[in-house]
């Protein structure tokens, strides 16, 4: 498959309904249009990429919505050079988009199967975070803690003690908290023991599982 002029038409007509929805940080847009999301997506799902639908990716994992990567991505307020934590790679389309946005990207899966294929779509894609890691997203990664922003993208029945622990001052965790549903919640800390917390609507995601494969 390729990304032809059809693609970057279909990719704008999706920016707008975007737009229409919500998002207003011009810079998530563009990179909403600059990512190929049909490429992310099996090919027989060509035609639906650029609806605002979240769709299946295999290991019963599915690619985010357009509208709730553009709403978590807004939320994390990304600058050139951010250093950025994903929980949660799956198809590597939030990844892509993160990169896009000028971030420092590492980016942890739990799932070897979706991990494994990542491991051979990214350099193909020309997709570069700093590190894609097969592992529990609950423990955050300490290694290359404190983050700019982390950004989970299942659904967490708790917020991980780690994750806000691995947060720079000043840094943001936007992460959906839930079993059913989840509420988009934003955590931006504020100084070593203090973090403001902000709610926002709700969201559907799969869950954000413990390790234990
Ligand atoms: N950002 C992805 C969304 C994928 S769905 C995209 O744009 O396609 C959520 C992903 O989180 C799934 O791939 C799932 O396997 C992964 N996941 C679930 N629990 C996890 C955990 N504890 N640690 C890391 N990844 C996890």
């Known amino acids: 498959m390729k990304d032809t002029l059809k693609h970057r038409g279909k990719r704008n007509l999706l920016a707008n309904i975007l737009i229409e929805k919500g998002i207003e940080d011009t810079k998530v847009i563009e990179a909403i249009k600059k990512v190929p999301r049909h490429l992310f997506l099996d090919s027989s799902f060509e035609d639906h990429a650029y609806q605002d639908k979240a769709f299946p990716i295999g290991a019963e994992q599915t690619i985010s919505q357009p509208y709730t990567v553009a709403f978590q991505s807004q939320l994390l307020e990304v600058k050139q050079n951010d250093v950025i934590l994903e929980i949660g790679t799956g198809s590597g389309y939030q990844t892509a988009v993160l990169l896009q946005l ?40 300490p290694e290359e803690a404190p983050f700019d922003g982390i950004i989970v993208t299942a659904g967490a029945p708790i917020v991980p003690k780690p994750l806000l622990a691995q947060l720079k001052i000043g840094g943001r965790l936007v992460i959906p908290v839930g079993v059913e549903d989840q509420i988009m919640t934003l955590f931006v800390r504020k100084s070593e023991l203090e973090f403001e917390k902000q709610e926002f609507g709700s969201f559907k995601f799969v869950p954000l599982l413990e390790n234990k494969n």
């Open 102 to 141: 000028g971030a420092r990207v590492y980016t942890i899966e739990r799932q070897s199967q979706l991990f494994k294929k990542n491991k051979l779509f990214f350099p193909k894609m020309g997709i570069r975070p700093k590190k894609a890691i097969l592992g529990d997203g609950y423990k955050g990664y």
